[in-house]
């Protein structure tokens, strides 16, 4: 019993953190039809900044900002520079954006090294609450309610803001967007800014949970990239039901087939793809 | 009449440029020092790959990001057969190129449910997922370890391939037999079916060809393409891991098409050499060489989207009709 | 039944809460020229399409020369004797006039599969695309891509690759829009000239054309059939002078 409260727990924050990436992933996705592999990369550099960060300043919220500022300012100038002169060549974004992953993979190692490093929690975040006979380590239930918190932010933003409505009918028909004479171009920028952003963020907090490593990128970018498959392009509840699936999928399917654990998500995804490719709440 | 020795003419000028191009590189490679004869069968290898992967790419026009599976399929099994049933290079390489034509149906069938950007994924993630057969199940494919000690086939002629001259020679052999088969297949009727795929799909349709019985022809051949250049490959190194079947490798391949050019013969060769060498002379002056790949890849979709042969192709049109 | 061509009984078709065709019934005999008429967004161009197999009805039934066609693709109904051309031209624009003309007469070919032979060693399918360059007077551009033509040279050349493989019946969407006065009088003479064994379908927009080619006509408006009849009960109907000439949309 205490054995599946922690799955739960685990699956459950973990989900919560590839909500945080792959929410920005899913309108990017839907918005801009951008096939972003250097959206894991976002995350990496993140968590790395966030490691830089915490050990000149020691503060975890100082961490957290800078790499947001830092990794959402990246993204805006890739989107601005380089992703806007492939904006419908599918190919040539693949390409293109796996060079930028591979560069900021190596570039990273080369900085930060090739050792596994965590990032140490703030203080009052150390430890578990103990209830019940059950643990539950409080970073994770911080995780959790963080989660949850940005989920209803983003909905917010989403459904009851003026740039939330350029955003859902961007994601909606983002020709008739720019027929009306909306920019639409700022619109994507800043999309495409704070997905970057929300990823650095994720990274930060990802990282003191399960530790930034070279390749960490490309880990998440494939189960970003399942989230966003299985929940639906450009949907929100699509992302969010699709992190819960997927999240519990990946980490009961390392606790039952700890060999075989990579096909938990990727199953779940060829088989969504070849059904309904659009996904759970996906348009089209 | 006029037209037909207007083909005539041109047609022999490629093939013979052709054979002259294999018979330059083939004294280049006997005659070089080990390590580059070493470093010429790396580009011959990736040299087959990419022309497999082409076919698919360049003139059906499907992008496939996870075409190491066939690759590494073809690899694997022709290690396996040659570790435990055979050293007969023949049964070897029938065996993987058939491992790799069934994954390429297997794999064919899920993946043209979709197409566009949801091609690429279903390609992406079907390629991983082989990634993860190769790394997770030990007993058959030493897991992380791979396959070692595999040694250099039988031809069964009475020819030895231990010698890296002798590989080399082998190695250019086949990649001229897979050249003259993509030939053939681009210069038929199914090849133009092809091309005009990439074109307009909907009228194909509409003139009367099966375009979804096209496409998965095209992406089983091009699977056991990739898997005959992973046969050459395993039997060359004589070891074979899970990266062989990874993202890297796909990608890789992929670059080598583009930078080449997709949907030409010569291209994708071209390309394989331009990759494989740089990667090589790079490493050696620099642990960087992953970034300067990146580099290459945003270049080359910035700069020669079309590749360097139709590159060269326009030069010498402009310079014609002027 | 067996005499007619094309027969569609009751067939919708229904885009979330639109209907762009809704429960049209229509019978072509064979040899008839039929023609389409309505106003834009009358749901012609989607009636067509399912009849051509491009796009399948959300229920209804067509019948092709007596064969259920309804489940049938696009490639499927070409071999049941049909050949279309498209409202906006769809040809391959990258390669020349005489390849495309080649997919064209090898797309009914059992060697279209053929991967071993090159294209020109094909005799008999060479000499029948050069008879097409021919007739068509595409001789001097045989060797040019087509995105190379003019707007009307490509009208020309897809109608050309439609009728290669002489159909039985033959669907025309707009054949004439966007060509010269001269251009559209070839064409006129060319579908007046066809045989009386096969079957055209037109959706015209020209009303001079359509009168002049036209046996029987089918008026479409808001997804609904309104009328078919002949040029005269047409003429006479002042519901279709409403339509076309007062409140069109």
């Known amino acids: ?284 | 009449m006029s037209k037909k020795s207007a083909y005539t003419q041109r047609a022999w000028l490629a093939p013979a440029a052709t054979v002259l191009l294999f018979a330059i590189i083939a004294v280049a490679g006997w005659l070089s020092p080990s390590y580059t004869t070493g470093l010429l069968i790396d580009c011959l290898i990736f040299s087959i790959f990419a022309l497999g992967l082409n076919l698919l790419l360049g003139y059906t026009g499907l992008p496939s990001l996870g075409h190491a599976a066939y690759f590494g399929v073809g690899a694997y099994t022709a290690g396996l057969m040659m570790l435990h049933v055979t050293p007969s290079f023949w049964w070897c390489a029938l065996a993987a190129i058939g491992v790799s034509l069934a994954f390429g149906a297997l794999y064919g069938l899920l993946s043209l449910r979709t197409s566009g950007v949801f091609f690429l994924i279903i390609t992406l993630a079907l390629g991983q997922i082989t990634w993860a057969i190769a790394f997770s199940w030990r007993s058959l494919t030493g897991g992380d370890d791979g396959l070692r000690g595999i040694g250099r086939p039988d031809l069964g002629l009475g020819l030895s391939l231990q010698s890296n001259n002798d590989y080399f020679l082998f190695a250019l052999l086949a990649l001229a037999l897979t050249l003259f088969v993509v030939r053939l297949i681009v210069r038929s009727p199914f090849g133009a079916a092809l091309r005009g795929d990439s074109q307009n799909p909907e009228r194909l349709a509409a003139l009367g060809y099966n375009v979804w019985l096209c496409r998965f022809l095209s992406f089983v051949i091009s699977a056991g393409i990739s898997g005959f250049a992973g046969v050459i490959f395993v039997f060359y190194k004589g070891f074979v891991s899970p990266e062989a079947v990874g993202i890297v490798i796909s990608a890789e391949v992929m670059l080598m098409v583009i930078i080449g050019g997709a949907g030409t013969l010569l291209g994708p060769i071209l390309g394989a050499f331009v990759v494989v060498y740089l990667g090589h002379s790079v490493s050696s002056h620099t642990d960087r060489w992953m970034t300067i790949l990146g580099v290459l890849y945003v270049a080359v979709v910035l700069f020669a989207p079309h590749g360097i042969v139709r590159a060269i192709g326009n030069k010498l049109a402009i310079r014609k009709s002027s | ?249």
């Open chain 1, 1 to 284: 019993m205490a054995f599946y409260a922690i799955q739960f727990l685990n699956g459950l924050s973990l989900a919560m953190l590839l909500f945080l990436i792959s929410s920005g992933l899913s309108v990017i996705f839907g918005m801009m039809r951008i096939v972003n592999l250097a959206h894991g990369s976002f995350y990496l550099l993140g968590g790395y900044i966030g490691l830089t960060v915490l050990s000149w300043l020691g503060n975890f919220w100082l961490a957290i900002l800078a790499a947001a500022i830092v990794v959402g300012l990246f993204g805006i100038v890739l989107q601005r520079t380089l992703l806007r002169r492939v904006s419908d060549n599918e190919l040539g974004q693949v390409l293109m954006t796996f060079g930028i992953l591979l560069i900021v993979a190596d570039l990273a190692l080369w900085i930060w090294g090739g050792l596994p490093q965590t990032l140490s929690k703030p203080s009052w975040l150390n430890g578990s609450f103990r209830y019940a006979g059950l643990v539950f380590p409080k970073y994770r239930v911080a995780m959790i309610l963080l989660g949850l918190v940005v989920a209803v932010l983003i909905w917010l933003v989403i459904e009851r803001t003026r740039i939330g409505a350029i955003i859902r009918a961007g994601v909606d028909d983002s020709e008739m967007v720019r027929g009306i004479g909306i920019d639409i171009r700022k619109a994507f920028l800043l999309v495409f800014g704070a997905g970057a952003a929300l990823a650095g963020v994720a990274g930060v907090l990802g990282g003191a949970m399960l530790g930034v490593y070279p390749g960490v990128d490309f880990d998440v970018l494939l189960q970003a990239f399942a989230v966003v498959v299985v929940g639906g392009l450009g949907s929100l509840r699509g992302a969010f039901v699709g992190s819960l699936l997927i999240g519990f999928s990946d980490t009961l399917g390392k606790v039952w087939f700890t060999d075989f654990a990579l096909f938990t998500i990727f199953v779940p995804m060829v088989i969504m793809l070849v059904i309904r490719p659009e996904g759970l709440f996906g348009r089209e």
């Open chain 3, 1 to 249: 039944m067996s005499s007619h061509a094309i027969q569609v009984e009751n067939i919708v078709k229904q885009f979330g809460g639109l209907r762009a065709v809704d429960d049209v019934s229509l019978s072509v005999p064979v040899g008839e020229r039929h023609v389409l008429l309505g106003p834009n967004g009358a749901g012609k161009t989607t009636l067509f399409s399912m009849i051509g197999g491009q796009q399948k009805p959300t229920s209804g039934r067509v019948t092709l020369l007596g064969r259920d066609a309804t489940r049938l693709n696009a490639h499927q109904r070409t071999h049941l004797g049909l050949g279309r051309t498209f409202q906006i031209t769809s040809l391959f624009q990258d390669i020349t006039v005489e390849e495309n003309l080649q997919l064209a007469v090898m797309a009914v070919s059992r060697s279209r599969f053929n991967m071993l032979r090159s294209v020109e060693s094909f005799a008999g399918m060479m000499d029948r695309v050069d008879e097409l360059l021919e007739t068509w007077r595409f001789g001097a551009d045989r060797r040019l891509p087509v995105k190379e033509l003019s707007y009307g040279d490509q009208r020309k050349l897809e109608l050309a690759m439609a009728v290669a493989n002489q159909p039985k019946i033959l669907l025309l969407d707009e054949p004439t829009s966007g060509l010269s006065t001269a251009e559209t009088a070839s064409v006129v003479e060319l579908i007046r000239g066809l045989p009386r064994s096969v079957t055209v379908l037109l959706v015209e927009h020209d009303m001079d054309v359509a009168f002049e080619v036209a046996d029987r006509f089918t008026i479409l408006h808001n997804g609904k059939l309104i009328m078919s009849g002949t040029e005269s009960e047409v003429r006479g109907s002042r519901h279709i002078q409403e339509i076309y000439f007062g409140d069109s949309a």
